[in-house]
């Protein structure tokens, strides 16, 4: 089975533009979360996708939005880039959105760079 | 507001030796905790998990402690190997979420084991 794919592995950007990150889940998942982990941190829940809506949300602001297609991929925009969005952003699949008792599989991540 | 935290950022232990983590938590809404790995480059990796009806959950050379009292768990690795060099992060979450895989880190421990 294949495991959680993201791309970029890597970018860089400056302040105000918008970036897409790409996120393919694992083969039989349906439920793709995204997290933030900056430097020194542990991930932070961005939000989760299950059956192409946004099915919960933590404290981010609206300009960090995203999608999941009917293949259960994903896609986190992030708009209007601060400095402070610099950090590793993970995706990870599971299968199931209810319960927190899932295991999530985590992507390798996307480490974003705001100049 | 840490809701989980490791306090300890980094932990060196020799081959064969206990290697002890440890992690407290204040949100009592939580009762699901879960142990993730992580190598550099990599995305983080499902160790264990504990529900908080129970007090000990072991999986081979990895055992986690639940002191529910104490708002305390930990993570047992014996023996240790030098492939256990990692980082570890706890992880906690209300069971039945209604909202997503939310998983609240902490920060990390840095675990090295040494020849």
């Known amino acids: 089975e294949t495991g959680v794919t993201q791309s970029p592995t890597h970018l860089i950007k400056t302040r105000g533009q918008q970036v897409t990150l790409r996120c393919s889940s694992q083969s039989g998942h349906n439920t793709v979360s995204w997290y933030q982990q900056a430097l020194g941190q542990g991930p932070q829940f961005i939000f989760q996708y299950y059956r192409e809506e946004e099915n919960g949300r933590g404290n981010f602001p609206p300009r960090f939005s995203g999608l999941q297609f009917p293949n259960y991929s994903s896609e986190l925009n992030v708009n209007a880039l601060e400095l402070d969005d610099s950090a590793l952003y993970l995706c990870?699949?599971?299968?199931?959105?209810?319960?927190?008792?899932?295991?999530?599989?985590f992507g390798a991540g996307s480490r974003l760079t705001v100049l | 507001d840490q809701q989980v935290k490791q306090n300890s950022p980094s932990l060196s232990v020799q081959e064969g030796r206990i290697s002890i983590l440890n992690c407290d938590y204040t949100?009592?809404?939580?009762?699901?905790f879960l142990w993730y790995k992580k190598y550099p480059a990599e995305g983080p990796t499902f160790l264990i998990s504990?529900?908080?009806?129970?007090d000990k959950n072991e999986d081979g050379r990895f055992t986690v402690f639940l002191n529910k009292s104490a708002k305390h768990l930990s993570l047992h690795i014996v023996p240790s190997q030098p492939g256990d060099s990692a980082v570890y992060f706890c992880a906690a979450s209300p069971i039945l979420t209604g909202g997503g895989n939310k998983l609240t880190f902490g920060t990390g421990t840095q675990l090295k084991v040494e020849l």
């Open positions: 504990i529900s908080s009806i129970k």
């Open positions: 949100n009592s809404m939580f009762d699901y």
């Open positions: 990870a699949s599971s299968l199931g959105a209810s319960s927190g008792a899932n295991v999530l599989t």
